[in-house]
Each structure stands twice: as structure tokens, then as C-alpha cells.
């Protein structure tokens, strides 16, 4: 009988190692789980906490009253391109790091009111909309590779509606012109620019197929030799300074209290259809929701109060002044 007896022992014994185990998997198994709700959590609070741009270059927008995504109406972050143009339409706060301005407030109230969570994400211009030197204009890598769910306020143009889906306008058309020295040092004549060079800024709507529709200027229609493209407005005013262009083409909000340089031309509405809008790609359900809540905007003190901000908050800054671009002041 001991035999028997020696061998129950050590059953029992091996039961109880089993049952240890057991014991010590499930005390792993739900520290594990605990660990992994925990990363979790950090990552949802992480995507609805405001960043400073510093790093990653996105701005929440839509969280930015301390909501969770719990209370967005779905949970998608919706990708917003901005840029910095230097004037107050949108620019870089050096001190705070993110980009402000008209556009961003504006997108900011219009995802608020369609209670969505938005990003602003900084990037160059020539992501949302490229033109070269003698080419036509085409959509740029970034939107069309889907970086983005939207361009935020581009105006809206007959060549970019055969690309990309424009939203309902939340402002209106300014005017282009020639840009020369203060003074015009070299007496440039915007009415005959035959053998001149001009200046554009790389995918903005003051392109050189723009000014190809200005009936009032004899060679409006320039050789590719003639056309220069800058990275930004600094490079077409350092231009213009070398001598290596006549004059540059842009928004007149750009030219607008800059002490260096002037309009030196009529101001020309040729280019646009219509205003500035959100553009995106054609499949993209963005303006599906963008229309409706930024008619409710548009319709409120809120758009208002925006407009005013121009001269207020960003007033600091050339570019706009209120009634040249606010719908309805």
C-alpha cells in the first residue's frame, strides 16, 4: 500500500504546483491588461490634449476646451493643412509657437460648431497646390496623397474646381497686383510688361496663368524665361531688392503695410470664382459637415467678432483689413 499512498502524495503535490501556476498566469494576465487600458487612456487624453507645435507641428483645435473623444460626434481627427503667409490671415506666433490668425480662428469656430475634432497641421503651401515655370498648376503631393482631409481657406480658382471639391466660401475675393520697391525705383509700368521678369509665390492663386487674364496689361501672356517662382514673399521682396526681377505678382494683402514695398498697379480680380474655402479631395466627407456648421457660423456674432480680431488680435500683422474680405461688414 505505500506505493499507492507515495504516488497520491505526489499527485496532490502536482496539483497544487498546477494550480499555483494558474494562480500566478492570471495574476500576469490581468496586470498585462491593466498596463495596456492604462496606454490606453494616455493615448486618448494624449489625442485630445492641445499641443504646442513644437514638436509634432499639429495644433488640436477641436480639443482645445478639454474635451474627450467622447464627445465629438465621431472619433476621427480631421487633418487641416495651414501654412504661415506672414500676414494676419495666418502666421507664426513666435512666442506661443502655433499658427493664428483669420483661417485658424475660423476653423476653429466651424469644427467647435460641428462638433469635431480638428488639427491644424503646418506645412508648405506647395503641399496643397504646386505651379512651375511654364506648367500648368496641379494639386499638391500632400492633399493629393491624403496628408490631409483639407487645405484650409484656398481660394477658390477654375483650375483647382478640376482637381479638388471647394466648401461654401467664408470670405471674400481680395484683389491681386504688382509689387515693386517703395518708390519704384526702376519705374516699372504695369501696363506693358513685354521682356519684364516677374515674380510669383510657388502654388499661391497670383500665378502666371492668373495674369494672363489681365486684359489691361500688353504681354500679360509671359515666356517661361520670364517667370520666376519664390519660396515665400521674403524671397520675391529679396529679389526684387537684387534686381533679378521687375516686380513681383501677389495677394495686395501681402504688399499692405509693409514699408519697403508698394502696390504698383491697379488691383486685379481675374483669377477666383469666388472667395476662400476649405479645399479637398473629391472622395474626402469634410465639407459634407463643413458646409452646414460654417453657415451657422457665418450667420452668427461669432464671425463678427472674428472679423474684428483681424485689427485686434492680429492686428500686429499686415495683410486684411476687415471690409476687404469679411462677408457681410
Given at each position: 500500500m505505500e506505493p499507492a499512498s507515495s504516488n497520491k502524495n505526489l499527485y496532490e503535490k502536482d496539483a497544487s504546483v498546477r494550480n499555483g501556476n494558474s494562480k500566478l498566469l492570471l495574476v500576469v494576465v490581468v496586470i498585462a491588461l491593466c498596463f495596456a487600458i492604462a496606454a490606453f487612456i494616455l493615448a486618448m487624453v494624449s489625442l485630445v490634449t492641445q499641443k504646442d507645435g513644437s514638436a509634432s507641428q499639429i495644433n488640436l483645435v477641436g480639443g482645445a476646451a478639454g474635451l474627450t473623444t467622447a464627445d465629438y460626434d465621431d472619433d476621427k481627427v480631421w487633418l487641416i493643412h495651414t501654412g504661415h503667409s506672414g500676414t494676419n490671415s495666418e502666421y507664426i506666433n513666435e512666442e506661443t509657437g502655433r499658427?493664428?490668425?483669420?483661417?485658424?480662428?475660423?476653423?476653429?469656430?466651424?469644427?467647435?460648431?460641428?462638433?469635431k475634432n480638428c488639427a491644424l497641421v503646418f506645412d508648405v503651401y506647395t503641399n496643397c497646390w504646386d505651379n512651375q515655370a511654364g506648367e500648368s498648376a496641379r494639386g499638391g503631393f500632400g492633399l493629393m496623397a491624403g496628408w490631409f482631409d483639407a487645405c484650409g481657406a484656398w481660394r477658390v480658382k477654375p483650375d483647382r474646381q478640376r482637381t479638388f471639391a471647394f466648401s461654401d466660401t467664408f470670405s471674400r475675393a481680395p484683389f491681386h497686383a504688382f509689387m515693386t520697391l517703395t518708390g519704384n525705383p526702376e519705374g516699372f509700368n504695369w501696363r506693358d510688361i513685354t521682356g519684364k521678369?516677374?515674380?510669383?509665390?510657388?502654388?499661391f492663386s497670383a500665378d502666371e496663368h492668373c495674369l494672363a487674364k489681365a486684359d489691361a496689361v500688353t504681354g500679360a501672356v509671359l515666356p517661361a524665361e520670364n517667370i520666376v517662382h519664390c519660396v515665400d514673399f521674403e524671397e520675391c521682396y529679396d529679389r526684387l531688392v537684387a534686381n533679378t526681377i521687375d516686380a513681383a505678382f501677389m495677394s495686395v494683402s501681402k504688399i499692405r503695410g509693409q514699408s519697403s514695398v508698394e502696390i504698383a498697379s491697379e488691383e486685379f480680380n481675374a483669377c477666383q470664382v469666388q472667395g476662400f474655402g476649405m479645399m479637398a479631395r473629391f472622395d474626402n466627407k469634410l465639407i459634407e459637415w463643413w458646409n452646414p456648421a460654417q453657415e451657422k457660423l457665418l450667420a452668427s456674432k461669432e464671425y463678427h467678432e472674428i472679423c474684428k480680431d483681424v485689427k485686434i488680435a492680429h492686428g500686429h500683422m499686415p495683410g486684411y483689413e476687415p471690409a476687404d474680405f469679411c462677408i457681410g461688414l
Open positions: 499658427v493664428e490668425g483669420f483661417n485658424p480662428d475660423i476653423m476653429n469656430a466651424v469644427c467647435r460648431i460641428a462638433n521678369t516677374i515674380g510669383f509665390i510657388d502654388g
